[in-house]
């Protein structure tokens, strides 16, 4: 009994030691006046303390962005301008930003 015991113990303290090594990173922030504003108003709303709001807000955005790539070119294909090659053709883009 006492052999299952401490090896219950062995298990428990590794899986504790192991959290608290993962949560050994600290990240200082600066914060704008608004969104100071909206991270004390998710600690009180939600009963949190400040690290778990950054940490579930990075979480969030991590989930938006994954499988995204960080190169696309914002507004792509969103408008139509009739011309199929309109920023490929160099006849088109002669002149363009000056």
Same mark, same amino acid.
């Given at each position: 009994?006492?052999?299952? !015991?401490?090896?219950?113990?062995?298990? !428990?303290?590794?899986?504790?030691?192991?959290?608290?090594?993962?949560?050994? *990173?600290?990240?200082?922030?600066? !914060?704008?006046?608004?969104? &100071?504003?909206?991270?004390?108003?998710?600690?009180?709303?939600?009963?949190?303390?400040? *690290?778990?709001?950054?940490?579930?807000? @990075? &979480?969030? !955005?991590?989930?938006?962005?994954? =499988?995204?790539?960080?190169?696309?070119?914002? =507004?792509?294909?969103?408008?139509?301008? =009739?011309?199929?090659? @309109?920023?490929?053709?160099?006849?088109?883009? &002669? =002149?363009?930003?000056?």
């Amino acid at each position: 009994m006492h052999f299952f !015991l401490v090896s219950y113990l062995n298990v !428990l303290h590794r899986l504790f030691c192991a959290t608290i090594i993962d949560m050994n *990173s600290t990240i200082h922030a600066r !914060l704008d006046p608004d969104s &100071r504003k909206a991270l004390d108003q998710l600690v009180r709303r939600k009963g949190w303390n400040p *690290s778990r709001a950054v940490r579930e807000g @990075l &979480r969030l !955005l991590a989930a938006c962005q994954a =499988g995204k790539d960080s190169r696309t070119v914002l =507004g792509l294909g969103k408008f139509s301008s =009739g011309i199929s090659d @309109l920023g490929s053709n160099k006849k088109h883009l &002669r =002149g363009f930003g000056r």
